[in-house]
């Protein structure tokens, strides 16, 4: 890890411990993606209660960010589930290793790429 990498992190999490509402946490992930060079991030973050509601933090186009929702993606999602096996960061999409096993993931992977979401760095965040 370069020193550059190490300290664009260290600030990020340093700024995710100050965060006191979801303006800064949105205002810290920004920067970490800014800083990575990345276009866009998304935060998902499920509740330990199976009936409870997800909470999704993108700047992903709003009308994807309500479709993932509504169809409850993030049950399905093959980036989430790999993601929830812990473990480094992985990048997804055109070219990576295939993810796609469970029914309905490719269609979800089809339905993003409408929404110009075609690949993509996972990086997992344990909250405690």
Same mark, same amino acid.
């Given at each position: 890890m370069t020193k550059d990498i190490q300290i664009l992190f260290k600030t990020f999490l340093e700024k995710l411990s100050e965060s006191v509402d979801e303006?800064?946490?949105?205002?810290?992930?920004?920067?970490?993606?800014? &800083? *990575?060079? *990345? /276009?866009?991030?998304?935060?998902?973050? *499920?509740?330990?209660?199976?009936?409870?509601?997800?909470?999704? /933090?993108s700047n992903y186009p709003a009308r994807w960010i309500a479709h993932y929702l509504q169809n409850r993606y993030?049950?399905?999602?093959?980036?989430?589930?790999?993601?929830?096996? &812990?473990?480094?960061?992985?990048?997804? &999409? /055109?070219?990576?290793?295939?993810?796609?096993?469970?029914a309905g993931q490719q269609r979800l992977f089809d339905e993003a790429n409408e929404f110009r979401i075609r690949c993509g760095l996972t990086i997992l965040i344990v909250e405690s």
């Open positions: 303006a800064d946490f949105r205002d810290a992930k920004a920067g970490a993606a800014a &800083g *990575l060079e *990345l /276009i866009t991030f998304a935060y998902l973050s *499920l509740p330990p209660q199976c009936s409870g509601k997800p909470k999704l /933090i993030q049950k399905i999602d093959p980036v989430f589930v790999r993601a929830r096996c &812990g473990g480094c960061p992985f990048r997804w &999409g /055109i070219g990576y290793a295939r993810l796609c096993d469970i």
